[in-house]
């Protein structure tokens, strides 16, 4: 045995500038190299990538480039350009074996550098990999890569043959065209009907509505989240007051790039394709739809069929179906609010509604037609809406 080397889980060479630790100094001395000198040795002739091993290189180019995956799995169609992950695909899919615990969290993981991921990030929030032409700071080696790539080169590789999208990553591409075009779905919640294209947001689904975990606290108020970024957000656009996205056809701006789609959508272009199965009401957005069925719940059924409005203006002769549009509608059309002693009207319109619906015998037949809420973008809005 090589002299350098020690028993497995015994790691002696430490790193002077960051908490890694290595089981050879030739590893140490590497990544010495490539992570904080900048010096990596074996750039790819055929992309900008660089690596650090000259093994790594080429399995790149076998990969990436050549598309070589002579591992086969013999359960499914997956194929890998490296035996040790057919080996992992074989333990984390098939046999379900997820061998390393956190020892903080109830998250399990199939590979140990995973492990070490997700504590550096979560708990310790390390992120050692820091860019050189901006102040963002990333956890993994290949994310910093990523974001120069795309960010600072300009380079987006991978587009799609059905749309205008483009992308910087191969799986995310392929994760894009069966979500968006196929419609596939494949990661279903075991607690609620939802669905999701990824199984990390299925997982942070079941983190923040079922299991209420949420890891990540704002140093500047009470608001937590399950992921780094929606913190990210939260900051740059309660606390600085950051809002990147811009419309090019009115002053507003906003914090996330689907904000900005669904407005452009519903406000300029007009358009609400989501709709309601009961009625004819129809939504620029999903968490309206969503919020449409809400109050369809704590308000009586046969008032939403039969279009009853119990609501009424104090001030013209507006009426609405439920008490949070008659707000609204107060503040905005007339600058005050009707949650005041003397909404008498309101009241008196609701006592004669209850009083007509039971007198009422007929009960009508009617079933909702939900689809399971799994877009991507929803996963932030359940953070702000559940267990604040």
Do not use: W
């Not at 990544?31 to 992309?47: E, K, M, T």
């Not at 407005?263 to 009401?281: E, G, M, T, Y």
């Amino acid at each position: 045995m090589d002299s350098q080397r020690f028993p497995q889980r015994l790691k002696p060479f430490k790193c002077d500038s960051c908490p890694c630790t290595f089981c050879r100094m030739d590893h140490l001395q590497i990544h010495c190299q490539s992570v904080h000198q900048g010096q990596i040795p074996f750039p790819c002739g055929l992309c900008p990538s660089t690596f650090s091993k000259k093994s790594d290189l080429k399995t790149h180019c076998n990969s990436v480039h050549l598309k070589l995956k002579p591992f086969q799995c013999d359960f499914c169609p997956s194929a890998f350009s490296r035996k040790s992950d057919l080996q992992i695909h074989r333990q984390s899919v098939h046999q379900g074996l997820k061998p390393f615990p956190c020892q903080l969290c109830p998250s399990k993981f199939s590979q140990k550098g995973n492990l070490k991921i997700h504590c550096n990030s979560v708990h310790l929030r390390l992120k050692p990999f820091q860019c050189d032409s901006c102040p963002s700071k990333f956890i993994r080696k290949d994310q910093l890569q990523t974001h120069c790539q795309s960010v600072h080169q300009g380079i987006i590789p991978f587009l799609c043959g059905l749309c205008p999208s483009t992308f910087t990553q191969k799986g995310s591409l392929k994760t894009h065209c069966n979500s968006v075009h196929l419609r596939l779905k494949p990661f279903q919640c075991n607690t609620c009907p939802s669905a999701f294209s990824r199984k990390r947001n299925l997982q942070n689904h079941c983190q923040v509505v079922h299991q209420g975990l949420k890891p990540f606290q704002c140093d500047s108020c009470p608001y937590k989240c399950s992921r780094e970024n929606h913190l990210q957000t939260h900051c740059q656009t309660v606390h600085q007051g950051i809002k990147p996205f811009p419309c090019a056809f009115c002053p507003r701006a906003f914090s996330l790039k689907g904000g900005l789609k669904a407005h452009c959508n519903s406000v300029h272009l007009r358009q609400k394709p989501f709709q309601c199965d009961s009625c004819a009401s129809t939504f620029a957005q999903k968490a309206s739809l969503r919020k449409h069925f809400q109050q369809i719940k704590n308000h009586c059924l046969r008032d939403h069929l039969k279009g009853v409005r119990p609501f009424k203006s104090d001030d013209c002769s507006s009426s609405v179906r439920y008490q949070e549009n008659l707000n609204s509608h107060c503040l905005s059309v007339h600058r005050q609010s009707s949650q005041k002693s003397g909404t008498s009207s309101s009241t008196d319109s609701l006592r004669h509604a209850v009083k007509t619906l039971e007198s009422t015998s007929e009960e009508p037949h009617v079933t909702f037609k939900m689809e399971p809420i799994s877009d991507e973008d929803i996963l932030l809005q359940e953070e702000l809406c559940v267990g604040k």
